[in-house]
């Protein structure tokens, strides 16, 4: 049978990642293959993010660009999945009427169906969510490499007062705990050593009385899986039980993503997160006594409405204190449908640049010196793939989810070499075998 072809080019987070290999394993059967250039393909989806409006405007040029396309070679199809297509729905159509397809991050399963209809003048639109869809009896097509990304449960309940999430994602909901295990069994024996757990509270997880820890602890028992991770926990569902099995279990890394947003308290009841400044470095001096060398990163938002200088100062004296291995930062952008939203914004777009400006380069200078106290430690690397560095260097992550590049010396993919580490910049850490 001649395969047809499709293009999925993926936006935003791993889960949309991961959203983009469920989408190609729902179509496999249906007779599509996967191909990484679009001018070979029949169909063209961008899986699509509306976190930030800087977002969005990529995403809309992006679809510009490939409108040609559909001119050049009458029945290709061009569409828009995730969170952008949920969030605008018709309105996208007025920007880009020469859409084929909008799907929503409930509505994959709708997808093969869509496409074997006959090509209309009006797009398709399929954008309901639905509290069930966990998509848990699909076999995602994972990409190749040591690494497998599995969506463990969908939607957030959190309603953090900028966030857009739980409009365009929906209701949390988990994927059955036995549906887990069986994918990581599988994706063991294709050879797979790292699982990620995702989801966007992941360790608000729960099936019936089993919850996170639960999950965790049962996949560590799978022969095979030597790492497991896990993003984004939310601070407030970081449980003893999780911690603890953090701390006994050797095959659940010594690294945490745990989002912060700011420091101020006066912002964090703003934002609706759920615990005060002290609750959470507490919860982290916790996570610290229990996990000899945790790793920990988090997410920061400044000029989020109403964040005076002070509120500012708070969150830059916090991360100067607390130490965070890296942070992803990023200025407020007011999402419509959000209850921030209707605040308006308080401050410059220059404001926000100039404290965006300061955090990431207070955040380089310790990450540099954290990096740097590393130089003479013996690492265990997993490695993955070539260095871009230089010809013959091979590249991959000790536990902490470092990069870690060395003088390859025939390690291959899939190798747990001993590293030691002579030199390190903010980033990467410089190693020899
Ligand atoms: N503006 C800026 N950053 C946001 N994030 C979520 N919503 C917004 C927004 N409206 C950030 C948060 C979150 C990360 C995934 O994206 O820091 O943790
Ligand atoms: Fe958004 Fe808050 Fe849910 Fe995270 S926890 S996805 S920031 S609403």
């Known amino acids: 049978m001649e395969h047809r072809k499709i293009y999925i080019e993926t936006y935003g987070c791993q889960m949309n990642l991961a959203d983009t290999e469920l989408l190609i394993g729902l179509l496999k059967p249906h007779g599509y293959e996967q191909t990484q250039t679009a001018a070979h393909a029949d169909v063209i989806l961008l899986n699509t993010c509306a976190i930030r409006e800087h977002a969005e405007e990529r995403i809309l040029k992006r679809l510009k660009e490939l409108v040609h396309h559909k001119v050049r070679r009458p029945g290709v199809r061009l569409g828009l999945t995730g969170c952008m297509a949920q969030h605008y ?16 991050p409930d509505a994959y399963r709708n997808l093969p169906s869509l496409l074997a209809q006959e090509e209309k003048d009006e797009p398709l639109v399929s954008v309901r969510l639905d509290r069930d869809e966990t998509y848990a009896d699909i ?3 994972h990409g190749e490499g040591i690494r497998a990304w599995v969506t463990v449960m969908r939607g957030c309940d959190k309603f953090c007062t900028f966030c857009v999430v739980p409009y365009v994602r929906g209701r949390e909901r988990s994927v059955p705990l036995n549906a887990l295990l069986h994918q ?29 820890a639960d999950l965790l602890h049962k996949t560590a028992a799978i022969d095979g899986i030597t790492r497991i991770r896990f993003t984004s926990p ?76 002070a509120d500012f100062r708070a969150t830059y004296d916090f991360m100067n204190m607390l130490r965070y291995d890296f942070a992803f930062m990023f200025k407020y952008s007011a999402r419509e449908g959000t209850k921030a939203h209707k605040w308006g914004e308080t401050m410059s777009e220059e404001e926000k640049g100039r404290r965006l400006q300061e955090i990431i380069r207070l955040q380089e200078r310790l990450s540099g010196e954290i990096n740097h106290h590393t130089i003479g430690q013996t690492v265990h690397v997993l490695v993955e793939r070539p260095a871009k560095r230089q010809e013959g260097w091979m590249a991959g992550k000790n536990a902490q989810f470092k990069t870690v590049v060395f003088p390859g010396d025939g390690a291959r993919p899939g190798d747990l070499v001993p590293v030691r580490i002579v030199s390190a910049t903010a980033h990467t850490l410089i190693g020899q075998p």
């Open 89 to 104: 729905r018709e309105q996208l159509l007025d920007k880009a009427p020469f859409l084929d397809l909008v799907l929503g």
């Open 139 to 141: 076999t995602p097509l």
């Open 234 to 309: 939310h601070p407030s569902d970081m449980s003893d039980r999780i911690i603890e099995e953090m701390a006994t279990d050797s095959k659940v890394t010594p690294y945490l993503h745990l989002p912060l947003q700011s420091a101020s308290n006066s912002v964090l009841a703003r934002m609706e997160r759920g615990y005060t400044v002290e609750q959470y470095a507490v919860l982290v001096d916790r996570l610290r006594a229990a996990i000899p060398g945790l790793a920990l990163s988090t997410d920061i938002i400044v000029g989020f409405p109403g964040e005076e200088e």
């Open 184 to 212: 990581v069994q599988e994706l063991a024996d294709q050879g797979y050593q790292e699982v990620v757990y995702l989801g966007q509270t992941v360790n608000a997880y729960r099936d019936g009385d089993q919850d996170f």
